[in-house]
Nanobody, 123 residues
């Protein structure tokens, strides 16, 4: 059974950066597409970024381009999300997820989910 564990969240100030990690265990890291989503209170879960293990495919939400990066360390079976220039609108629970669908950017396309890590941005 594949298990995802996120870390790196916390309370940060506006303008700061975050570097989240998602450790994958119990599955074939290279056979799954890895994504990051976030959900703010009262809002729907939204796509942030995703990639495959090889680096041949990557997708980042349009309005987050320029301050968001997704990467992975295949040897450590870990996916990372880095965001800079944080604002209070980035406050949310950030989830790591896995999909068997190539190019998946929609939450329903992801079969595996972590429990999430809270990121709170103070002004």
């Amino acid at each position: 059974q594949v298990k995802l564990v996120e870390s790196g969240g916390g309370l940060v100030q506006a303008g700061d950066s975050i570097h989240l990690a998602c450790v994958v265990s119990g599955g074939d890291f290279r056979s799954i597409y890895w994504g990051w989503f976030r959900q703010a209170p009262g809002m729907e879960r939204e796509f942030v970024a995703a990639k495959d293990w090889s680096g041949q495919w990557e997708s980042i939400r349009d309005h987050l381009l320029g301050r968001t990066a997704v990467s992975s360390d295949n040897a450590k079976a870990t996916v990372y999300l880095q965001m800079t220039g944080l604002t209070t609108e980035d406050t949310a629970v950030y989830y790591c997820a896995g999909s068997s669908i190539m190019g998946a950017t929609q939450a329903p396309q992801y079969e595996i989910w972590g429990h999430g890590t809270q990121v709170t941005v103070s002004s």
